[in-house]
Every structure is written in structure tokens, then in C-alpha cells.
């Protein structure tokens, strides 16, 4: 399928499942539980894993495979698998690769519900982890344990976009023989390529900017062969297998990921550097503002800044629900990376069963706001979000 003298953005486009007799020029939806075969023996040689014909589809499916073999490029992989959703790309690459007694570090300002497999579910099976600030590279050096096995880590972190050295964090991984599992949501193989830092295993919500139009749920593992088989074999008996509907969108959306991701980071720019100078916000983080804490690590490993912006209206609770009140085009939902923007106020909506100090502790401030900047023309996104601070 693929052709590895093109440039990974021309293999998101062109990689492709083999034509069939029609000659269909655009991939067809393989919607099939199962794929049949014409004698017994192949039948016995796809399940001894002697050729690579179809089985089943929560094994393997054209329209997934084409997906995922996208991605593989994007990312400079050696193997993947693709998943329903994100959440269970998380779970799958940490549950098939850990161990009764085995030892997790996870940077402490992850995704929601990755927080609460490292801290409800891994514990019940004798996996336990240590959660430590992005942000404090002492700590993370001494978490390290003779029975560490992963560290896990999202850069840029949701909501509070930190970034993450990965130069750094593939060179602790490795010193210490540990698997490193990244969280490349945010940036996309597009802006950022953990494994050419060091990284054995990237996760991905597809649901995100990979869809990128608010459609479908996915998600998806690249990386190490070996470890990645051991993904493949956890999920084909498990069963978050993804559908080979969703891998269709998600593969048709690969081919324009590129050209929308360099609008959202265009976009989001320039509603952070209008931000800045607002009178009513008290502080904006945008990996690509010089102001960003860690400016230079995100100029030295992203190509551009992402599509998130999140900043801090003065007034606080009050002011923030407020601010999501007189929005009159930006939407108010809990997804991300649309063509629609969106904004979100953590505090009194994702994060609000939350005591405030805990909140805080994860870096939700009170009038903390997330936009997702969108595909709209941007002086209407600019104008909405004015008018809305005012
Ligand atoms: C949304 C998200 C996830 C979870 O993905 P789903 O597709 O919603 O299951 C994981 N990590 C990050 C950073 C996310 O933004």
C-alpha cells in the first residue's frame, strides 16, 4: 500500500486499500464482520499468521488498515493499531504492556479520564503509578524505580498547554531502559513526531484534529513493532477494535490534515496575540507566544503552535460562565479540535466536581478558558470573543 519514496504528508494522501475490479478511485467502505476464503487451507494459514488475508474485523479490516498505515507514515512508525476511540488507545498501550508490580510515571496534567485509569484502574490490578509535574524534570528523575516499566506523558497537556522536553524525556526513558508513551493529541504527527525524539509508542484521540470536523470517535497506537503486537493481540482479544466506518472518515480526513491544521495554527495565533493585549484577560498560553513558559522548547520541537488557546479572564468563576454566555458564534461543547471553534470553562463544567484546590493542583484556574480555534474566517472568531469580554 505504501510507497516510501513519497514524503509522509503525500502518503497520508495517497496511501491507499488495492483497487478493486470497479476501479473505484476513492477507497470503498468494507463494511463486513468477517472476509471468507476459498479453501480451508488459507483459512488455516490466516489464523497460524502465515499470510496476512483478513479474518475478522476486530482483527484487521481493510478501511482500518489503510488508516492506521497512514498514520504509521505520518509518524515515522514501525506498526499501529487503531481503536474506537482515544480512551481505549490510551488504555490498550498501557494495560497490555504492564504487569502485576509493574511501575508507571505519568506527568500529573493529563487528559481527564487517562487520570483516572493511572489512579482508579491500574491500581486494582497491582500497577501503580506516580504522577509528577510537567514542569519539574528533578522529580521525574527520581521517580524512577527499579520496577519502572512506562513513563507516560502528553505535551502539550490539556488544558494548560505545557510542553514537554521530549529530547529530554526519550533520553531519561532510555538511560533507564523505560518504554516511553507519548500522548500526541494536541500537536498531530504533523507539528510534532515523538518517535524521532525517542518515543516507542505515540496514542492518539482521532476524535480530535485527525477528524478534525466533529464527526466520528477513534483513536490509535504507532511505534515499536514488538510492543505494538503486543497492543494488536491485548485488543484482538478485547475487542476496542475500531469501526471500519469510522477508519473511512478518518482515512478521508488524513488527506486534508495537513492543509487544516496550518489554518487552525494560523488562526489560533492571532486570537492568542489579540488575547495578550485584552484588558480583561490577566494571562494567555499559547506554545508559540514568546510569553509561553517553555517558548523555546515548543519552537525547537513543534512546527507550529496548535489549534488550542487557553487563557485567564479576570472575575474569575463568574466571569468565566459569563464569558461562555455571550458567545454568540464560538460553540459551547465538550469536544475539541472542530472546524467549529469551541470554547470550554473547565472550572464550572469538565473539572467542577473538583474541589478548587484540587482543581488547581491540575491547573484549572477559575476563569481559565480553552478555545479551540476554528476553520471560521478569523477576524469573526476575533470579533466573537471580544464582544464576549466585553
Ligand atoms: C480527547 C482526548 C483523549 C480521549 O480521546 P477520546 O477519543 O475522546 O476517547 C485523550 N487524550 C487527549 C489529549 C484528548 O484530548
Known amino acids: ?33 468477517s472476509f471468507k476464503f476459498e479453501e480451508a487451507d488459507d483459512m488455516r494459514g490466516a489464523f497460524a499468521e502465515e499470510n496476512d488475508d483478513n479474518i475478522y474485523t476486530r482483527f484487521s479490516n481493510p478501511n482500518v488498515d489503510e488508516f492506521v498505515q497512514k498514520m504509521v507514515a505520518l509518524e515515522g512508525a514501525e506498526a499501529g493499531f487503531a481503536t474506537a476511540s482515544g480512551m481505549a488507545a490510551v488504555f ?8 502485576q508490580g509493574d511501575h508507571l510515571i505519568c506527568c500529573s496534567s493529563v487528559f481527564g479520564s487517562t487520570f483516572t485509569i493511572v489512579t482508579k484502574y491500574l491500581p486494582k490490578y497491582g500497577i501503580e503509578c506516580t504522577l509528577v509535574a510537567a514542569d519539574d524534570k528533578d522529580a521525574w528523575e527520581k521517580a524512577v524505580k527499579p520496577n519502572t516499566k512506562m513513563i507516560y506523558l502528553e505535551t502539550p497537556t490539556n488544558p494548560q498547554l505545557e510542553i514537554i522536553d521530549l529530547e529530554w524525556a526519550g533520553q531519561l526513558a532510555k538511560k533507564h531502559n523505560l518504554i516511553l508513551n507519548v500522548d500526541n ?11 524521532e525524539y525517542g518515543a516507542n509508542l505515540s496514542v492518539h484521540s482521532a476524535t480530535k484534529w485527525i477528524d ?14 514488538a510492543l505494538i503486537r ?3 493481540l491485548f485488543c484482538r482479544n478485547t475487542g476496542p477494535s475500531l469501526s471500519p466506518f469510522n477508519a473511512w472518515v478518518l482515512s478521508k480526513s488524513l488527506e486534508t490534515l495537513d492543509v487544516r491544521l496550518q489554518r487552525h495554527c494560523e488562526n489560533a495565533l492571532k486570537v492568542a496575540q489579540v488575547l495578550e493585549e485584552h484588558p480583561n484577560v490577566s494571562w494567555v498560553k499559547y506554545p ?8 523555546e522548547i515548543a519552537k525547537k520541537q513543534m512546527k507550529a503552535g496548535g489549534g488550542i488557546v487557553c487563557f485567564e479572564i479576570k472575575g474569575g468563576l463568574e466571569a468565566g ?21 469551541i470554547a470550554s470553562h473547565p472550572a464550572s463544567t469538565t473539572h467542577s466536581k473538583l474541589s478548587e484546590e484540587e482543581r488547581l493542583s491540575v491547573g484549572i484556574t ?3 478558558i480553552r478555545v479551540s480555534v476554528g476553520l471560521e474566517y478569523v477576524d469573526d472568531i476575533i470579533k466573537d470573543i471580544v464582544q464576549a469580554l466585553g
Open 1 to 33: 500500500m505504501s510507497d516510501n519514496n513519497l514524503h509522509p504528508i503525500s502518503q497520508a494522501v495517497r496511501i491507499q486499500t488495492p483497487t478493486t475490479w470497479q476501479g473505484e478511485h476513492s477507497t470503498p467502505l468494507y463494511l463486513t464482520s
Open 92 to 99: 490498550s498501550s498501557m494495560f497490555a504492556l504492564l504487569k
Open 185 to 195: 493529541c494536541f500537536a498531530t504527527p504533523l507539528l510534532q513526531r515523538p518517535i
Open 212 to 225: 478534525g470536523q466533529g464527526r466520528v470517535l477513534g483513536g490509535v497506537v504507532v511505534g515499536d513493532a
Open 230 to 232: 503486543e497492543i494488536y
Open 288 to 295: 508559540f507566544l514568546p510569553s509561553h513558559p517553555q517558548y
Open 321 to 341: 460562565k459569563k464569558f461562555l454566555n455571550s458567545l454568540k458564534m464560538l460553540s459551547m461543547t465538550a469536544n475539541l479540535g472542530d472546524s467549529r471553534s
Open 366 to 368: 477559575p476563569g481559565l
